[in-house]
């Protein structure tokens, strides 16, 4: 199989390596799964390591790096494919809830001397809150009409903190305090436990363990009658309100939860920078995690987090090129999406919908794909076990008569025939 873009007569392939991985990490068994899930998670631990930053950032500390932009971009575009990849909803305004998450923080522990943990979650039921008032006049819109609301809806947050005295207005808040420490507690050379302004490292594995449980959190999901719901939203919306989904529910719920796992971001992020001010949240912010949404294949997981840690990484690795480095990173972007449209490592949905040039069920491929959207059809614009002329699979119809006209019972034939004669 290789992954495709359909042009006008063009064609790009590539070899479509993620997908025999994939194929193979299906079939793998679950101890070997969880092997692998128990060796990607040390590996993330180990990340911040010297011998590992010297190549990765070699100017600009690494640690740091690590805990922002690459993990926050990374949990961000968790929450954001939730909204996009998953649901299938259009959101250009999503760092309105990682400001929500941060200026909750930044007010709560400042203001009122709350610390890091009882902040955390006040800042991102504020966030869920926000998603509510946004969803509940605004999922009813599809497609453009959606994405430019959002868009005001993250202009409108920035632009309220800017010119409101309890948010601090353009200075913003500071100084935040630090997440309570525990001293003496020691790995190696790192004190995980002890937060402070000098070592990134403690913040990077905090955000770490955020990011484990979200993952766990939205697989449940994705398996879960709310992600099959979100899926027959994303493929067609219509045909999931006419089988009986309550789409306008599972789209508020996809908002809810973007939006939760945005605010928790934004908390995080708000902890370790000590001060924040409007400047922290433009709309270039959304649009690079909708990038690493795109980029990394949307609807995949894996996919996403590989996009959010290429699209935040790669400006600080060729930070030396500082004249050209946005400019390359552009170009580098657009080539992608040409030749592989369909992100880095994309679902198996998306694969199979550039692959045969369609979307949605007829994006299966061949007889199967055309089978199943005249069986989802047939279930959905007729009675259950009917034909589309309201007859039975025997040929019956749904009067119990047969196409003749004639019922099992031997009647009805003749009477029809009678009628025919009369209308000639």
Known sequence: MTGTFAGQGSRFALPDVMGRVGGLWDKAPWYARYLAYALLIAFAFALPSETIGSFMTPQA???????????????????????????????????????????????????????????????????????????????????????????????????????????????????????????????????????????????????????????????????????????????????????GVPTFKFKIVAFIIGAAIGGLAGVVFGSQTTSITPVNFPFILSALILCAVVLGGSGNLVGVIVGAFLIAWLPERFR????????????????????????????????????????????????????????????????????PDGGHPDGDHADGSRPDGSRPDGTGGATVATDREADR
């Open 61 to 243: 500390d690494w640690p740091s790096v690590l805990f922002y932009p690459i993990g926050v971009y990374v949990l961000l575009a968790i929450g954001l494919n939730v909204v996009v990849g998953q649901a299938g909803l259009l959101d250009l305004g999503f760092v309105a809830f990682f400001a929500i998450g941060a200026y909750a923080l930044a007010i709560f522990a400042t203001n009122n001397g709350w610390n890091f943990w009882e902040a955390l979650p006040v800042g991102i039921i504020i966030a869920m809150a926000a998603g509510v008032i946004l969803g509940s006049p605004t999922l009813r819109l599809r497609g453009d009409y959606l994405a430019i609301v959002t868009l005001g809806f993250g202009e409108i947050i920035r632009i309220t903190a800017n010119n409101l005295d309890w948010t601090g207005g353009p200075r913003g808040i500071s100084p935040i305090p630090y997440p309570p420490s525990v001293e003496g507690f020691e790995i190696g050379d790192v004190e995980p436990l002890k937060y402070g302004v000098l070592d990134a490292r403690p913040y990077y594995y905090l955000l770490l363990v955020f990011i484990i449980l979200t993952i766990i959190l939205v697989k449940r999901l994705e398996k879960s009658r709310v992600g099959r719901s979100w899926a027959a939203i994303r493929e067609d919306e219509d045909a999931a309100e006419l089988m």
């Open 320 to 387: 030396e090129f500082a004249d050209y480095r946005m400019l390359v990173f552009g170009a580098a972007l657009v080539l992608m999406m040409i030749v592989r449209p369909e992100g880095l490592i994309p679902s198996r949905r998306r694969r199979a919908e550039l692959a045969e040039g369609t979307g949605g069920l007829g994006a299966l491929g061949g007889e199967a794909g055309a089978a199943t959207a005249q069986h989802v059809h047939a279930d959905v614009l007729t009675p259950a076990g009917g034909h």
